[in-house]
């Protein structure tokens, strides 16, 4: 995906906000109990999907500043059999 398509993409996105369950990286890992690099694998590998499970919001300079879909990610993880089983 280029750069332009996920500037236009977060032009789409743009009326999403955080209450509808769009969260940081860092947030993201507190909730599902995996770490940054792990997660940031799974977006780079096409695990994750730009779109249903992470997007660029108006401001977001950086891939490292996507927000992230907690439940999207979670259901998509535990289908693949790459959640971490909870202690």
């Known amino acids: 995906m280029t750069l332009g398509t996920v500037h236009e993409y977060a ?4 009326t999403m906000t955080k ?12 909730l599902l109990g995996i770490d940054r690099k792990t997660l940031f694998k799974y977006r780079d590998n096409g695990t994750l999907k ?21 439940e999207a990610v979670r259901k998509q ?10 202690a």
């Open 11 to 14: 032009l789409q996105r743009s």
């Open 19 to 30: 209450a509808q369950g769009w969260v940081s990286a860092q947030r993201a890992e507190e």
């Open 50 to 70: 730009l779109g249903p499970h992470f997007a660029a919001f108006p401001g977001c300079m950086s891939r490292d500043s996507y927000r992230w879909n907690v």
């Open 77 to 86: 993880l535990h289908k693949q059999g790459l959640m971490p089983v909870a």
